[in-house]
């Protein structure tokens, strides 16, 4: 399972969450974000000091990267979503969320399965291309077909060469790119 459930859970987090956002007002969705930020911060403490949370902890089992901070990725979705909160708004961090679940999901088991020419690290170009139309069909749902397109190519551009971690720098990349166009909110 591994791979394909951790990418599952991956693109649920970030669709999911992008439609609680979308339904709660701005204080709400502030105070949620706060919540899974709080919450998960406080699952990865008591994972990383050997504490069983029924449920939780075999999901963790199936769903985290061996070596790998508990909850890390879990953490950076949340921080990255308050800041774009803070700073861009509900409509823009949903879009930021749907982007970077999609686009990191489908590119890297696409890359898995059908990566043959390597980009940077261990992205390849298939798995980006895969991963920025699945992201780009996808966001057409919320925004003008040809802005989701420019926003799924540079997020791709941004998932494959940022050296850090994509959580995070997809989400805020994205926001940057739907203020510099000018996209007006009223998703």
């Known amino acids: 399972m591994g791979e394909t459930f951790r990418q599952t859970v991956h693109l649920l987090m970030g669709v999911l969450s992008a439609a609680i956002i979308l339904r709660l007002d701005d204080r709400w969705a502030f105070i949620f974000v706060s919540a899974a930020l709080a919450l ?8 990383t000091r050997g504490y069983d949370v029924p449920v939780l902890s075999r999901v963790m089992d199936e769903s985290e990267r ?4 508990p909850l890390k990725g879990g953490i950076a979705y949340a921080a990255g979503a308050l800041f774009c909160l803070a700073v ?6 949903a879009v ?7 686009l990191d999901s489908v590119s890297t088991l ?4 059908f990566g043959r020419h390597t980009l940077v690290g261990k ?3 298939e798995g980006t291309v895969a991963g920025a139309a699945a ?3 996808a966001l057409a749902f919320l925004i003008p077909w040809w802005v989701a397109v420019v926003v799924a190519g540079v997020a791709g551009v ?12 997809i989400q805020v990349g994205v926001c940057v790119v739907l203020a510099l166009m000018g996209v007006g909110a009223g998703l």
């Open 110 to 113: 696409a890359g898995l399965r």
């Open 66 to 69: 061996t070596g790998k901070v």
């Open 88 to 93: 861009f708004g509900r409509e823009y961090t």
């Open 96 to 102: 930021g969320l749907v982007t970077v679940g999609v």
């Open 158 to 169: 941004i998932e494959a060469c940022f050296p850090l971690d994509d959580n995070v720098a």
């Open 40 to 47: 998960q911060f406080l699952l990865c403490d008591a994972f």
């Open 135 to 137: 992201a780009a069909l």
């Open 123 to 125: 992205k390849s170009l």
